[in-house]
């Protein structure tokens, strides 16, 4: 997730991002795109506020953050983020990408286990 350095020149940030995806955003989109994981609507790369989330199932109130190694360098801004992002309503999940990459299945269990806490789905499938 992208964070606040003012909103002058970010209106197209979203679309860059979305053209340079990371191969474990690629495969993660792969599962989610066209609410293929559960019938789910997940968009990319979207404006949260001053933020851009990796990915975010409004009807979850859900964003999925991919971490790569920069972000260990970047922790504390990561948590001012979370927590902002919380207060708005949303839950973040964090996953470095070689889970996404080595074992998918913790991730889409994990993102299972938050939709079960959620509202029923529409279609009554999840």
């Known amino acids: 997730?992208?964070?606040?350095?003012?909103?002058r020149g970010m209106s197209n940030?979203?679309?860059?991002?979305?053209a340079r995806m990371t191969l474990a955003e690629t495969a993660m989109w792969t599962r989610l795109r066209d609410r293929g994981f559960e019938g789910f609507k997940f968009r990319?790369?979207?404006?949260?506020g001053p933020w851009i989330a990796d990915f975010?199932?409004?009807?979850?109130?859900?964003?999925?953050?991919l971490d790569?190694?920069?972000h260990?360098?970047?922790?504390?801004?990561?948590?001012?983020?979370?927590?902002?992002?919380?207060?708005?309503?949303?839950?973040v999940l964090r996953f470095g990408n070689e889970a996404v990459?080595?074992?998918p299945n913790?991730?889409?269990?994990?993102?299972?286990?938050h939709a079960g806490a959620g509202p029923p789905h529409p279609s009554g499938s999840a």
Do not use: H, S, W
Request: charged residues 40%; contains cysteine; aromatic residues 4%.
């Open 101 to 103: 990459l080595t074992n």
């Open 72 to 91: 260990r360098l970047r922790e504390e801004a990561d948590r001012r983020r979370d927590a902002d992002l919380t207060r708005r309503g949303f839950t």
């Open 1 to 7: 997730m992208r964070g606040p350095r003012g909103l």
């Open 13 to 18: 940030q979203p679309r860059r991002l979305r």
């Open 68 to 70: 790569g190694g920069i």
């Open 106 to 113: 913790i991730v889409f269990d994990a993102i299972r286990a």
């Open 44 to 48: 990319r790369q979207t404006r949260i």
């Open 56 to 65: 975010c199932c409004y009807d979850l109130k859900l964003v999925i953050e």
